[in-house]
Nanobody, 128 residues
Framework: QVQLVESGGGLVQAGGSLRLSCAAS????????MGWFRQSPGKEREFVTA????????YYADSVKGRFTISRDNAKNTVYLQMNSLKFEDTAVYYC?????????????????????WGRGTQVTVAS
């Protein structure tokens, strides 16, 4: 089992920044690929970004490329999501997720059904 707890959400003005954190406990964190997904009211969950277990590759949805950055600190069992130049449409509940071995393609890493463990989410609200 892996337990994931997100933090760092809140209310921010458009153009501002937030940094989300996801702390993991349980089995060896470094053996998991980590992803961030988000869901807005009335919309399906969507992929935001992911990072492989070796910290050598990152994957981004087109909507956040150049604005969001994912990183991880395996020594601290934590994955981060730095969000800059936030837009109103970034408003959502952001979820952290963990997956074991995955085929390292954007399609697979961005598929939420591939992830075994999920946090409860943290709300990000961007005021326009």
């Amino acid at each position: 089992q892996v337990q994931l707890v997100e933090s760092g959400g809140g209310l921010v003005q458009a153009g501002g920044s937030l940094r989300l954190s996801c702390a993991a406990s349980g089995r060896t964190f470094s053996r998991y690929n980590m992803g961030w997904f988000r869901q807005s009211p009335g919309k399906e969950r969507e992929f935001v970004t992911a990072i492989n277990m070796g910290t050598t590759r990152t994957y981004y949805a087109d909507s956040v490329k150049g604005r969001f950055t994912i990183s991880r600190d395996n020594a601290k069992n934590t994955v981060y999501l730095q969000m800059n130049s936030l837009k109103f449409e970034d408003t959502a509940v952001y979820y952290c997720a963990a997956a074991g071995a995955l085929i390292p393609t954007t399609q697979v890493m961005g598929d939420g059904t591939q992830y075994e463990y999920w946090g409860r989410g943290t709300q990000v609200t961007v005021a326009s």
